[in-house]
């Protein structure tokens, strides 16, 4: 009789935020795959769980997956945790999960605490519906595509982002969608934690006081709203902000966000005004 998987999420700071299924089910199954035994092996000495653990993260999710596989079909029962959260949010664990379900292994979610839901539900911001988008792309040009591309997205988005790239990526929000409201969520259940809500001009400049920004950084982006009607001729509106000193490019780019516009559209039109 084959075996099972569980995909156990486990605290994301605070070790007492932990389900008693999931303690219960990590001290019974034969072998635990972690993405760092180190730091899992943290949580199950503070719950006096004894189980053998072996490593499974970026770097050889795949050879493990074919490993723990036959294992499973086998008769092992394997619980699958991430160092922090549900395992296989912008977490290793996919081709594990697929191996199992294609063995015809039975799969069983432990659900738990997650750093996306814990935001969101602090954050202030709207919830009827939300989007995860894992973690923005470090290439600035990449960045910037991402958040063009939510632009018009009626719904709360969440990125995880790096201390070290946060400042730049609120710059790089601030410049893709203007004053859209946005809350940092920092060191989340942990004894720092913080929410830095306000503009993405507002929060960086709050950050930006600061020596460092340290932590674990969730990055919550309110939904667009309906832009405000503007009978100001696109010509004029794009002429009036490079007066004031914005270049020509990124004033196009705002003309067409407050109108609710893609820039193309506004470019066009730009090049078929009638010239004096």
Do not use: W
């Not at 002429?239 to 067409?256: F, H, S, T, W, Y």
Request: proline share 7%; hydrophobic share 40%.
């Amino acid at each position: 009789m084959p075996g099972r998987l569980y995909v156990v999420a486990t605290p994301i700071g605070n070790l007492e935020d932990i389900t008693y299924r999931a303690v219960r089910v990590l001290g019974e199954v034969d072998l635990i795959a972690c993405e760092d035994t180190r730091q899992t092996r943290k949580l199950l000495d503070h719950y006096g769980i004894r189980k053998p653990a072996v490593s499974y993260h970026d770097h050889n999710e795949s050879e493990r997956a074919e490993e723990l596989a036959p294992k499973m079909l086998a008769g092992a029962s394997i619980a699958l945790v991430s160092d922090a959260g549900e395992p296989l949010v912008s977490d290793p664990g996919y081709r594990l999960v697929r191996a199992a379900i294609e063995g015809g292994i039975p799969v069983y979610p432990i659900p738990g605490p997650s750093a996306t839901l814990a935001a969101l539900s602090a954050s202030g911001l709207p919830t009827d519906a939300f989007r995860f988008g894992g973690f923005l792309p470090h290439k600035p040009g990449q960045r910037t595509r991402v958040l063009e591309a939510i632009a018009e997205e009626h719904a709360t988005v969440i990125f995880y982002e790096s201390p070290q790239r946060i400042l730049e990526t609120l710059e790089a929000v601030e410049q893709a969608l203007g004053e859209r409201p946005v809350v940092v969520a920092r060191e989340l259940t942990k004894f720092h934690e913080e929410f830095v809500r306000g503009t993405a001009a507002e929060v960086r400049a709050r950050l930006a006081e600061r020596d460092s920004v340290k932590g674990e950084i969730t990055l919550l982006i309110g939904k667009a709203v309906a832009p405000a009607h503007d009978d100001t001729p696109i010509e004029e509106a794009v002429n009036a902000l490079e007066l004031a000193g914005v270049p020509r490019m990124d004033a196009i780019k705002q003309v067409a966000r407050r109108r609710g516009l893609p820039k193309r559209e506004v470019y066009d039109q730009l090049l078929n005004s009638p010239k004096e």
